[in-house]
């Protein structure tokens, strides 16, 4: 087979390459998946109830980006979402992000009078406050909440996410779920904020339909590497893999999941709850909230527990954000840069820590690289 591009992993990255190449450039892309589904992460199927189950965790996209939102609009109808967590402190559900409303949830209403106050004093109303920088704040009542909080709500939830202490990670992952001095209940605050009408495998699956792609499932792309003939490859798999791991394996974080399946309509308030303090597992999803099913008779819930990624056994979901980190992934970026034919991209070709829209962005971006280079 000749094809112009063989794109290697048909998650957000490769699927909107393939996609953009094929239909505005007029070439011919060959998508070569390793598992048996398109989609990545964010693959979605029915179960035997009817209910829409995220087989990798919850996705729920959201973002500020027009441009993203009005792309992926292409490919799928919208259903409004807003996502609402709690997280389970001392006993108490309350609201995630840590906000006003949570700290009416935890305590006295004079003590929550008081630090309320001193918060938007200090911060301003409708502030975002990563809690890293909460606790470099003076006012022995401020430094208080932001000991109970840091302790309570992000120093063992961390732990069990990553393995490490909050100050021992990029202020990327502690920034990305900040104390909010509002009374704001929503998880995301981003302009668009929706779930696919139809789910996400129903978006990929449209995206890909284009006569110029075709898409090989089941595959590693080493084994029909050989037999394709191609100009230029797109790699969004791991980037140390791709070297044989020259410069040692990047490090990476896993999951486990486990689902369970309960006659009923609900099981939880929310679309999720989180478990900092108690429990193995991190967090419990119920994907009839994400997914609007409320007419279904039966109910789908998703336990994650966080583990270390082991080559072949489990999948690489987070790259780890440490400088040490960073500085071996520069060690491939130099490889990757000798190579005139081959392009890296998405969460685990360019090690970072993308969001989905943030992924179809950077995705968006190199093809008009790729089409006024």
Request: proline content about 6%; overall charge negative.
């Amino acid at each position: 087979m000749k094809v112009d591009w063989l794109i290697v992993g048909a998650g957000y990255t490769g699927a909107v390459l393939a996609e953009r190449i094929a239909s505005q450039l007029g070439q011919k892309v060959l998508v070569v998946e390793r598992r048996n589904h398109i989609a990545g992460n964010a693959y979605d199927y029915y179960d035997e109830h009817g209910v829409l189950v995220h087989k990798y965790g919850p996705h729920i996209f959201h973002t500020n980006s027009k441009k993203v939102f009005d792309h992926l609009s292409r490919f799928t109808e919208w259903r409004p979402y807003y996502h609402r967590v709690r997280a389970v402190i001392e006993g108490k559900e309350i609201p995630l992000p840590f906000s006003l409303a949570s700290l009416r949830a935890l305590f006295s209403e004079r003590l929550a009078d008081k630090l309320e106050e001193k918060l938007i004093a200090h911060c301003g109303y409708g502030a975002r406050v990563p809690i890293l920088k909460l606790k470099e704040i003076e006012d022995p009542d401020l430094r208080f909440l932001a000991d109970y909080v840091y302790k309570n709500v992000f120093e063992s939830y961390t732990l069990k996410q990553w393995g490490l202490r909050p100050e021992e990670l990029s202020p990327t992952v502690t920034a990305r779920v900040p104390v909010l001095v509002s009374y704001d209940t929503r998880y995301f605050q981003d302009t668009y904020q929706a779930m696919p009408k139809e789910g996400y495998t129903a978006l990929f699956r449209r995206m890909l339909a284009h006569p110029n792609i075709k898409v090989l499932l089941g595959a590693d792309w080493k084994e029909v590497e050989e037999e394709i003939k191609f100009d230029r490859l797109i790699f969004t798999g791991p980037m140390d893999e791709f070297f044989d791991y020259l410069h040692g394996p990047l490090p990476y974080r896993s999951l486990r999941f486990r689902l369970e399946s309960h006659p009923g309509p609900w099981f939880q308030d929310v679309g999720t709850v989180n478990y900092p303090n108690e429990h193995p597992y991190t967090r419990v999803t119920e994907f009839k909230h994400l997914t609007g099913q409320a007419y279904l008779p039966h109910t789908v819930l998703c336990y994650e527990y966080p583990e270390a990624y082991e080559p072949k056994k489990n999948e690489p979901y987070y790259p780890v954000p440490r400088e040490e980190n960073e500085e071996r992934y520069r060690l491939y970026l130099r490889e990757a840069e000798k190579l005139e034919t081959v392009l890296f991209a998405g969460r685990l070709g360019d090690y970072r820590y993308y969001n989905m829209d943030q992924a179809v962005a950077r995705a968006l971006k190199l093809f008009e690289e790729l089409a006024h280079g």
